[in-house]
């Protein structure tokens, strides 16, 4: 079975390529996933270089003039040496280089380019972290950056956010349900209103009718109950605005193919991994019901066209129970195909294990389901005793 550790570019800074290359092949991983382009984020880094690491949006290579030369979207310079003699390093040590990559999720970008981000069916742009994948700029930045990713040398591009992304409200102190938060993160910016509009929605109709419920629910109505399906919500919303969700698939489809295709060309391959997993148990590990691969249409992603389309898929399996690890890695295969290769994403520390027993049994799970990897997430974010609870993780699936 293949596996990998994810590692955070300032990981390496901070302690050492070596060191840290050193450790992940004594827990008996197979390759690492190192971070190529992340989001802005503080994160608690327990032996970090420094105890809470501030990171920025940005590429940590020297992005290629010759893929961004044309556009107007191009990576923010992050720490550009990271890659400098990786590949070789791994390579000593018989360790597998995957690179992994946040797409369109940049709040750097998005206020240097706010009409490239989503819009809200009030008209509003209040996300800027979310570059709209329906806008061609975003488009044609996230093919470049597909690209530049797999010509560091990396056997596999793992891409993150390469679709739509749910509500970040912030604060509110108005309940919104499951299912108005979710009308709350359509997009309905001209790209997105055209693109539903050539497939035979009425856009406009979806808009006035999701500015209508929410405009109610925001001037005190009760908030819907429940959580969002396409039954619930067609019931909820009407069927032009479920038309209207169902047809974003069709932006992130196409997207997904071009950036396959990017890397394909450059010879890595795609694992796309979308965020439903997370959306669902990131908090604390308890996913709300219903697997993944079941919600994952929410974000625009439709994993049966995906699966004739790229090769690899990862699963962020953010889950105590291992049975339910099972569960979403057997609806995952289901779903993409049974020949594609499915990776299972464990944390292997706080909130979703708690000892080394369950890291082992979701392991066992998720090869027992038919995962052909599984990869921990991450090094710099998990004390050294939860990291020394991989390798008998790894011991138990190999
Ligand atoms: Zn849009």
Same mark, same amino acid.
């Given at each position: 079975?293949?596996?990998?550790?994810?590692?955070?570019?300032?990981?390496?800074?901070?302690?050492?390529?070596?060191?840290?290359?050193?450790?992940?092949?004594?827990?008996?991983?197979?390759?690492?996933?190192?971070?190529?382009?992340?989001?802005?984020?503080?994160?608690?880094?327990?032996?970090?270089?420094?105890?809470?690491?501030?990171?920025?949006?940005?590429?940590?290579?020297?992005?290629?003039?010759?893929?961004?030369?044309?556009?107007?979207?191009?990576?923010?310079?992050?720490?550009?040496?990271?890659?400098?003699?990786?590949?070789?390093?791994?390579?000593?040590?018989?360790?597998?280089?995957?690179?992994?990559?946040?797409?369109?999720?940049?709040?750097?970008?998005?206020?240097?380019?706010?009409?490239?981000?989503?819009?809200?069916?009030?008209?509003?742009?209040?996300?800027?972290?979310?570059?709209?994948?329906?806008?061609?700029?975003?488009?044609?930045?996230?093919?470049?950056?597909?690209?530049?990713?797999?010509?560091?040398?990396?056997?596999?591009?793992?891409?993150?956010?390469?679709?739509?992304?749910?509500?970040?409200?912030?604060?509110?102190?108005?309940?919104?349900?499951?299912?108005?938060?979710?009308?709350?993160?359509?997009?309905?910016?001209?790209?997105?209103?055209?693109?539903?509009?050539?497939?035979?929605?009425?856009?406009?109709?979806?808009?006035?009718?999701?500015?209508?419920?929410?405009?109610?629910?925001?001037?005190?109505?009760?908030?819907?109950?429940?959580?969002?399906?396409?039954?619930?919500?067609?019931?909820?919303?009407?069927?032009?605005?479920?038309?209207?969700?169902?047809?974003?698939?069709?932006?992130?489809?196409?997207?997904?193919?071009?950036?396959?295709?990017?890397?394909?060309?450059?010879?890595?391959?795609?694992?796309?991994?979308?965020?439903?997993?997370?959306?669902?148990?990131?908090?604390?590990?308890?996913?709300?019901?219903?697997?993944?691969?079941?919600?994952?249409?929410?974000? =625009?992603?439709?994993?049966?066209?995906?699966? +004739?389309?790229?090769? @690899?898929? !990862?699963?962020? /399996?953010? *889950?105590?129970? &291992? %049975?339910?690890?099972?569960?979403?890695?057997?609806?995952?295969?289901?779903?993409?195909?049974?020949?594609?290769?499915?990776?299972?994403?464990?944390?292997? =520390?706080?909130?979703?294990?708690?000892?080394? +027993?369950?890291?082992? @049994?979701? !392991?066992?799970? /998720?090869? *027992?389901?038919? &995962? %052909?990897?599984?990869?921990?997430?991450?090094?710099?974010?998990?004390?050294?005793?939860?990291?020394?609870?991989?390798?008998?993780?790894?011991?138990?699936?190999?």
């Amino acid at each position: 079975m293949d596996s990998s550790v994810f590692v955070f570019a300032e990981d390496l800074r901070g302690e050492g390529v070596e060191r840290v290359l050193d450790k992940i092949k004594g827990y008996g991983a197979a390759g690492v996933t190192v971070g190529a382009v992340h989001h802005a984020v503080r994160d608690v880094t327990p032996h970090g270089l420094s105890r809470l690491t501030v990171r920025h949006d940005g590429a940590h290579f020297p992005p290629p003039a010759d893929l961004f030369s044309g556009l107007r979207l191009r990576p923010l310079a992050g720490h550009q040496d990271t890659f400098d003699g990786l590949r070789e390093a791994c390579a000593e040590r018989g360790l597998r280089l995957h690179g992994w990559s946040v797409f369109l999720r940049n709040a750097t970008l998005g206020r240097a380019h706010p009409d490239v981000t989503v819009r809200d069916c009030f008209g509003d742009r209040g996300s800027p972290a979310d570059l709209c994948p329906a806008h061609p700029d975003a488009r044609a930045y996230a093919v470049a950056l597909a690209r530049a990713v797999a010509r560091l040398g990396v056997e596999s591009v793992v891409a993150e956010s390469l679709h739509f992304r749910p509500l970040r409200a912030g604060r509110s102190f108005v309940p919104l349900g499951p299912m108005d938060a979710y009308l709350f993160g359509l997009c309905f910016c001209d790209y997105c209103m055209r693109r539903a509009a050539d497939l035979g929605v009425d856009a406009e109709v979806a808009r006035e009718e999701c500015a209508g419920i929410l405009g109610r629910v925001l001037d005190g109505d009760p908030p819907a109950q429940g959580e969002v399906t396409r039954a619930a919500l067609t019931a909820y919303a009407g069927p032009d605005v479920v038309a209207y969700a169902r047809a974003r698939s069709e932006t992130v489809t196409t997207l997904v193919s071009d950036v396959a295709a990017a890397v394909g060309d450059e010879g890595s391959r795609l694992v796309f991994a979308d965020a439903t997993g997370a959306v669902k148990g990131y908090r604390d590990g308890l996913p709300t019901p219903g697997p993944a691969a079941h919600d994952a249409w929410q974000l =625009g992603v439709d994993l049966v066209a995906l699966g +004739d389309l790229v090769p @690899a898929f !990862a699963v962020l /399996a953010y *889950a105590r129970d &291992a %049975a339910r690890v099972a569960d979403d890695v057997g609806a995952y295969l289901r779903s993409v195909g049974k020949d594609r290769e499915v990776r299972a994403v464990l944390r292997p =520390g706080h909130p979703d294990t708690d000892s080394a +027993d369950r890291l082992v @049994a979701k !392991a066992r799970a /998720a090869k *027992a389901a038919g &995962a %052909a990897a599984v990869d921990f997430y991450a090094y710099g974010l998990m004390p050294h005793p939860v990291l020394d609870r991989v390798p008998a993780a790894l011991a138990e699936v190999r």
